[in-house]
């Protein structure tokens, strides 16, 4: 059975258990779970916020406590995956902290989505990840057959070969971006010293949060004469908006890990699609 604690999040078909969910004055989210009968329950949620993580953790305790035994977990979006190094003493290993906090609900699994980097992966308790090649498989369908992949830091080259190979397109132009530790800004991108003489370009990464890593390139690879420009992020935040993304890129593709948009010239491709493929 499966319990949906996000009613507008349902990667998976099946019978759902039904419940209500609040949260008290005091800020305390809680759960009632409706009549049900199983002993394998598959929780799936979308976790934007710390609250949204009290959720999961008191309603995974309603389930034990009505008997289930075997309880596995469905969150594409793993929160904190950035958050993966310390960089400047005084900060906590953030990723870390989800994960043990995870890891005491003693799930059967975790199954995610293209995590950031290994190291969640590494953390996680019976960790299933699911890749973002048939994500990108689909993107590229509805893209002229002579784009260009676009690598946006060295973070993303491992991935993005593997991509390649999987796709039988070997490619891949390698980028780069030069950031301030110290205070996360930007200060420059490296694009290949080449002319692309009108190649559509598609930008492939894990996760768009303000958006500036692809506004900074898009203008670098129209320095270059590139053609149209697509991306395509597994994880869209957009926590600026998308009008000055929009601006930059012909259109851009992403899922539904993190919530539902109904955005101009924004494809989102639902994770029911993506996921059943790889069960």
Do not use: W
């Amino acid at each position: 059975m499966l319990l949906n604690l996000d009613a507008s999040f349902t990667p998976y078909s099946g019978k759902t258990i039904p419940f209500e969910s609040f949260v008290f004055s005091g800020g305390e989210p809680h759960i009632k779970l409706g009549a049900f009968k199983a002993d394998q329950v598959t929780v799936t949620h979308r976790l934007n916020s710390f609250n949204d993580l009290g959720l999961l953790l008191v309603a995974v305790d309603a389930l034990k406590r009505a008997g289930v035994e075997h309880i596995s977990l469905c969150i594409p979006y793993f929160p904190a995956a950035r958050q993966d190094r310390l960089m400047v003493h005084g900060e906590p290993l953030t990723v870390k902290v989800y994960a043990d906090l995870i890891n005491a609900l003693d799930l059967k699994t975790i199954e995610i989505f293209d995590p950031h980097s290994e190291v969640c992966v590494a953390l996680l308790n019976s960790c299933k990840v699911y890749n973002n090649h048939d994500f990108i498989l689909e993107v590229m369908s509805q893209l002229p057959k002579n784009t260009l992949l676009i690598s946006p830091d060295a973070g993303a080259l491992k991935k993005i070969y593997k991509l390649a190979a999987h796709l039988k397109n070997y490619e891949v132009l390698e980028c780069g971006k030069v950031r301030d530790v110290q205070s996360g800004q930007l200060s420059g991108f490296k694009v290949p010293d080449i002319d692309l003489e009108g190649r559509p370009c598609l930008i492939v990464d894990d996760i768009c949060d303000g958006g500036g890593t692809f506004l900074g390139l898009a203008k670098a690879l129209k320095e270059k004469s590139c053609g149209d420009l697509f991306l395509a992020v597994s994880h869209g935040i957009f926590s600026k908006g998308t009008d000055s993304l929009l601006t930059a890129f012909n259109k851009i593709f992403t899922t539904d890990s993190t919530r539902n948009l109904e955005i101009e010239n924004i494809i989102q491709i639902p994770l029911q699609t993506i996921l059943n493929k790889q069960l």
